[in-house]
């Protein structure tokens, strides 16, 4: 977990998983796109979750998410923060082998693009910022989640940073439609994660 971020990008990510056993991409940093990638994959491991990726600085910005996101601005969702992963990643789906870090079933649930949404600064300095700060406005472009979140840090100290995904007010909340039920499928393939499972 990045302790004030010193493990510097994708490192973390890289010691943790054996390329010869995983089919996930390798640690690779790229040049930062016009517009800045999203990608949310349900990741059924030891524990289901849901995992929240950003770009930013080439890479993907990471927290699980155990419940997923709620559209109902009233409901604040638990967020992991959890090592930067490769911008490559966010076309994975599949199965990383037992055993290995993180072993079980990936699926792409949603993807398209965020930006910024805070009003002090703009772009990507403002969202390193608020990142810093521990409160990241951000408004989501994706097939699913659209509209406007923002991630608020709880915790600093220990092991992992905790955070609170928040969706804001506006015309996509919800408080109603449960996300999470009403996509099962992979935005992506159209396979269920037992289809994934089974390969
Ligand atoms: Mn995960």
Avoid: C
């Avoid at 930062?32 to 995992?51: M, P």
């Avoid at 910005?61 to 090592?83: C, F, H, I, Q, T």
């Amino acid at each position: 977990m990045p302790k004030g971020r010193k493990t510097p990008a994708l490192e973390e990510y890289a010691r943790k998983r054996d390329f010869t056993k995983t089919a996930e991409p390798r640690a690779v940093r790229r040049r930062t796109a016009a517009k800045l990638a999203y990608v949310i994959q349900k990741h059924e491991a030891s524990r289901l979750h849901y995992d929240l990726r950003l770009e930013l600085d080439g890479v993907m910005r990471s927290w699980a998410v155990p419940k997923g996101p709620s559209m109902d601005p009233a409901v604040k969702r638990l967020a992991v923060e959890v090592e930067d992963h490769p911008v490559d990643y966010n076309s994975f789906e599949g199965t990383i082998p037992e055993g290995e870090y993180g072993g079980g079933t990936v699926m792409i649930w949603d993807r398209g693009t965020w930006e910024y949404a805070g009003d002090t600064t703009s772009g990507v300095a403002g969202a390193k910022r608020g990142l810093e700060k521990g409160t990241l406005e951000f408004t989501l472009a994706g097939k699913r989640l659209k509209g406007n979140w923002v991630l608020i840090r709880t915790r600093r100290a220990g092991k992992a940073q905790q955070w609170l995904l928040i969706k804001q007010r506006d015309r996509y909340a919800s408080g109603t439609i449960d996300v999470t039920e009403k996509y099962l499928k992979s935005v992506v393939t159209g396979r269920t994660m037992q289809a994934i499972a089974e390969g």
